[in-house]
C-alpha cells in the first residue's frame, strides 16, 4: 500500500515523534560527545603530570599505545600522537591564558547551569570545551594561535552548529579577523535541534570511541567506488595486499584519509589509492604527493621503497588515471615500478565499467 507520507491525517502525531527522536538524538549526541571530551582531558592531564614530573620520558607513550592495543582488542584512537594531541589539549586549556580569555557572561552563564561542578577549578573550562567535538578542537588547535581566536571559534561552532569540515572554512576564511574588523556578521538564528545529527554521529572520532562497527554508515556512489576498486585491485594484482579503507593519516593537528592503502610485495612499498568521482584537477595530485610524503615519514619501514600513488578521477570524455611516483626514485626503478603495477588502461577500463553500472 502506498501511503502519502507529507499529507495524512496523522501528519501533526507523526511530527511529534519525529520531534521525540531528534531531540533525543541530540541528548544522545550530547551525552558521547561530553564523554570523549573528557576522557581526551584526563588522560591528557595524567600524562602531561607524569612527563611535567619528570616520571615519564617519551618512550613511555609508547609503551602506552602497544599496552592499550593489548589490553582493549580493537581500540582506535590512541596513536602515540594522538595521545600527544590530547596532552596538548589539555595544557593548553588548562592554562590561567585560556581561563582568564573566557569572557565574564559566559563564565556567570556556566556557573548558573551548574555542570560538571566534580571537576572543581576546571568545570567552567570543560563545561565550555564539551560543547563542541573533537573534531572541531583539532581545527581550533591547528589553525587558531590565541586563546580569544580559539573561545571565538568554540562559540560559533557551537552556536551554529557547524561540522568541523565548515568550521575549518570560517577559520581558513579568517572570519575572526574579520569580525574583529567589523567586516562580518553571525547569524542571529540559533537552530533549535541538530539537523545534521546523522552527519554528526559520522564523526570519526565519535566512531572510533563508541567502536562502531565500520559499516554503519549508508553507502553514496564515492564509497561504492571505493569498494568495488578495492575488490578489483585484490582479485586483480596477486602482489596487491590490502593495508586499510579509509586510512587515516596525522600530520601535525590535522587528519587526512587515504580512500584506498595497499602494499606490494613485489615492489615491497606502500601504495596509495585516490578515487574521486568529478573530474580531474591539479591538486588531486599535489594531494596525492603530500600523502606519499606522510606515508614515507610515518608509515614506511625502513627496508621498504618509497611509497606510491594511484590517482582515479571520472573524466567528461575518458577516465583519468595517474601514478605519482617518489622523485628521488632512479629511472631504472620508476621503470621496475611501471612494469610491476596494474597498466593505465586496465584500470582506465575497469573504472569506466564501475562507472557505468553505479550511475
Excluded at 592531564?45 to 617519551?58: L, N, P, Q, R
Aim: net charge neutral; proline share 3%; hydrophobic share 35%.
Amino acid at each position: 500500500m502506498e501511503i502519502n507520507i507529507n499529507n495524512n491525517q496523522y501528519q501533526t502525531q507523526f511530527d511529534e515523534i519525529k520531534l521525540i527522536i531528534n531531540n533525543r538524538r541530540k541528548r544522545a549526541y550530547k551525552a558521547v560527545n561530553e564523554e570523549i571530551i573528557l576522557n581526551n582531558w584526563e588522560i591528557g592531564h595524567y600524562v602531561s603530570d607524569k612527563i611535567t614530573s619528570a616520571k615519564w620520558g617519551s618512550k613511555v607513550i609508547e609503551m602506552l599505545v602497544i599496552y592499550l592495543k593489548q589490553a582493549i582488542p580493537g581500540i582506535k584512537g590512541y596513536e602515540k600522537r594522538s595521545i600527544e594531541r590530547m596532552v596538548r589539549f589539555y595544557n593548553e586549556y588548562s592554562s590561567s591564558e585560556f581561563m582568564s580569555a573566557i569572557p565574564t557572561q559566559i563564565k556567570e552563564r556556566i556557573i548558573a547551569s551548574d555542570t560538571l561542578t566534580q571537576f572543581g577549578n576546571d568545570s567552567i573550562v570543560l563545561s565550555l570545551l564539551t560543547q563542541i567535538s573533537w573534531s572541531a578542537h583539532l581545527e581550533i588547535m591547528s589553525g587558531c594561535t590565541s586563546a580569544e581566536e580559539r573561545i571565538f571559534y568554540i562559540l560559533l561552532c557551537s552556536r551554529e552548529n557547524l561540522s568541523y569540515q565548515e568550521l575549518r572554512r570560517q577559520i581558513d576564511t579568517c572570519v575572526y579577523e574579520r569580525s574583529l574588523l567589523g567586516k562580518t556578521k553571525q547569524s542571529p538564528v540559533l537552530k533549535e535541534t541538530y539537523p545534521n545529527a546523522g552527519r554528526i554521529f559520522k564523526d570519526s572520532y565519535m566512531i572510533d570511541f563508541l567502536n562502531l562497527p565500520e559499516n554503519h554508515s549508508e553507502k553514496n556512489l564515492q564509497e561504492g567506488l571505493v569498494k568495488q576498486m578495492k575488490k578489483f585491485i585484490l582479485d586483480l594484482g596477486k602482489d596487491f595486499l590490502f593495508v586499510g579503507e579509509e586510512y587515516r593519516l596525522q600530520v601535525g593537528m590535522k587528519d587526512f584519509r587515504i580512500d584506498l592503502l595497499f602494499f606490494h610485495r613485489g615492489l615491497q612499498c606502500l601504495v596509495a589509492m585516490e578515487i574521486k568521482i568529478n573530474e580531474f584537477k591539479p591538486e588531486y595530485l599535489g594531494q596525492l604527493d603530500f600523502y606519499l610524503e606522510a606515508l614515507d615519514r610515518d608509515v614506511k619501514k625502513e627496508n621498504e621503497n618509497p611509497s606510491i600513488g594511484i590517482l582515479l578521477c571520472k573524466s567528461a570524455d575518458s577516465q583519468v588515471v595517474e601514478y605519482a611516483l617518489n622523485r628521488s626514485l632512479s629511472p631504472t626503478m620508476v621503470a621496475e615500478y611501471k612494469r610491476q603495477l596494474i597498466p593505465k588502461e586496465v584500470l582506465q577500463r575497469h573504472l569506466q565499467e564501475l562507472l557505468n553500472t553505479t550511475y
